[in-house]
T-cell receptor, first 111, second 116 residues
Framework: GENVEQHPSTLSVQEGDSAVIKCTYSDSASNYFPWYKQELGKRPQLIIDIRSNVGEKKDQRIAVTLNKTAKHFSLHITETQPEDSAVYFCAASIGDYKLSFGAGTTVTVRA | NAGVMQNPRHLVRRRGQEARLRCSPMKGHSHVYWYRQLPEEGLKFMVYLQKENIIDESGMPKERFSAEFPKEGPSILRIQQVVRGDSAAYFC??????????????FGAGTRLSVL
């Protein structure tokens, strides 16, 4: 089955700096890659996603890049703010409906 | 749109009791997924259901766990004879029937089950 690996497991950045989280996947048939943000005790929230027909997608301070050949995708957060502190999960699609999630990255933005 | 609704938010059970977790998908969504999340871990897929059908239960433990999504009412995840190892957050997600929106999943706030 699909195996998604996510790195790093923890990330501490100074406010205003950039944060990058990387994920790799194993199933070459995966074609949908969402990112979720989960604040402590709250629901995972979809923040950005990308399908395999594009290489990059941007939404304000958040961007995702996808390299299908290498089977990896990354989340980039620029100009980080304290409210960006959360756990971030990447995921890759399995077939038409399932998602396989990475283990998560705990991001801490230092003021 | 109220989003995906889960209840209860917190559930405490003693070993051997039954736990029933409920999930109402977003309006217009016909696909429901259940996930389990242990502390400081990722989301583990348990089961995928459509109305009156279990499509994929490959992530469900073979014993004590069951799920349903009846024609009327919420989806139910049922855990019989709970053990301490069942303590976790259980999240429900839903997705629309739109073929173009497949795989897109929206999560509820979760039910945190504590087994004493």
């Amino acid at each position: 089955g699909e195996n998604v690996e996510q790195h790093p497991s923890t990330l501490s950045v100074q406010e205003g700096d950039s944060a990058v989280i990387k994920c790799t996947y194993s199933d070459s048939a995966s074609n949908y890659f969402p990112w979720y943000k989960q604040e402590l005790g709250k629901r995972p929230q979809l923040i950005i996603d990308i399908r395999s027909n594009v290489g990059e997608k941007k939404d304000q301070r958040i961007a995702v890049t996808l390299n299908k050949t290498a089977k990896h995708f990354s989340l980039h957060i620029t100009e980080t703010q304290p409210e960006d502190s959360a756990v971030y999960f990447c995921a890759a699609s399995i077939g038409d409906y399932k998602l396989s999630f990475g283990a998560g990255t705990t991001v801490t933005v230092r003021a | 749109n109220a989003g995906v609704m889960q209840n209860p938010r917190h559930l405490v059970r003693r070993r051997g009791q039954e736990a029933r977790l409920r999930c109402s998908p977003m309006k217009g969504h016909s696909h429901v997924y259940w996930y389990r999340q242990l502390p400081e871990e990722g989301l583990k897929f348990m089961v995928y259901l459509q109305k009156e059908n279990i499509i994929d239960e490959s992530g469900m433990p073979k014993e004590r766990f069951s799920a349903e999504f009846p024609k009327e009412g919420p989806s139910i995840l049922r855990i019989q004879q709970v053990v301490r190892g069942d303590s976790a957050a259980y999240f429900c997600a839903s997705s629309p029937p739109d073929r173009l929106a497949k795989n897109i999943q929206y999560f509820g706030a979760g039910t945190r089950l504590s087994v004493l």
